[in-house]
């Protein structure tokens, strides 16, 4: 089963014709696709949106770009939803750090961030991470508290040495629209150098639109010229490819199943 591993179908953006968007992915051989929140504004809203599409699951957590000093008060809601396990809940997330753009000081980014982990690591899921600009202090967090199901940096844009920082430590990496790029030369280098066991696939639509595709909204079927790209840069043939990218996302995501 390929799928786009993060995809914000929820958004406003798709609100006119997110039923066209799934078929369109479908004709392009993507199944279906995760939908990760991005605080408690949109739980409700994603919950709904998956439990009505047999084709997407869903995350929940708090998005450091998104989250404020309320967000800990949260806490405790999402930690309710997680401990009744709906049917397509598949990870907590998406979580993690942001050193360009939150309004919460790095400490306090990190201990929600933790929270989250911690949270992941009780009800056994595992975690969807957003890091920019602060790989060093994910991974001190990884080795506080180490992930019982594993994890995935989304939209993954790092070196080949960050790459195997959290390879090291079990995570796997989600491969978008940044390798499209000819500039992207270390991220490309990376991916090019990791485990195809540890690459997943994605999009992040409607955001980080593929080379050549700048300014307009992305959406999943887009996954499919990721993978093209991808086939490229590891020379290997679409086939085998996308089945071990669908076997990459049903180990990690189980709950899939």
Not at 40 to 51: D, F, G, M, T
Not at 52 to 61: C, D, I, P
Not at 154 to 163: E, K, M, R, T
Not at 225 to 238: A, H, K, N, R, T
Request: overall charge negative; some cysteine.
């Amino acid at each position: 089963m390929l799928i786009d591993s993060h995809c914000h179908l929820d958004f406003a953006e798709f609100d006119q014709d997110r039923e066209l968007v799934l078929e369109r992915a479908r004709m392009f051989g993507i199944q279906g696709a995760i939908v990760p929140a991005i605080g408690p504004e949109n739980w409700q809203r994603v919950i709904q949106l998956c439990s009505s599409q047999t084709q997407l699951w869903f995350a929940l957590g708090v998005h450091p770009c998104f989250a404020s000093q309320e967000s800990f008060a949260h806490l405790e809601e999402l930690e309710s939803l997680l401990s009744h396990l709906p049917s397509r809940l598949v990870a907590v997330g998406e979580c993690g750090l942001d050193g360009v753009n939150s309004s919460l000081a790095m400490p306090e980014q990190i201990r929600l961030c933790l929270q989250q982990m911690r949270l992941a690591n009780r009800f056994d899921l595992p975690v969807i991470f957003h890091i920019r600009k602060a790989h060093h202090h994910l991974l001190a967090l990884l080795d506080q508290e180490p992930l019982k199901a594993g994890g995935v940096v989304h939209g993954f844009s790092g070196s080949p040495q960050v790459a195997s920082e959290y390879l090291r430590r079990g995570l796997y990496l989600g491969v978008g629209g940044v390798i499209t790029y000819p500039r992207a030369s270390k991220t490309r280098a990376a991916v090019a150098g990791a485990s195809l066991e540890r690459l997943l696939l994605e999009t992040d639509s409607p955001d980080m639109p593929l080379n050549g595709y700048q300014g307009q909204r992305n959406e999943p079927q887009r996954s499919a010229l990721v993978l093209q790209e991808l086939s490229q840069l590891l020379d290997l043939p679409i086939a085998s490819l996308t089945q071990a990218l669908s076997q990459n996302h049903l180990r990690l995501f189980r709950r899939m199943l």
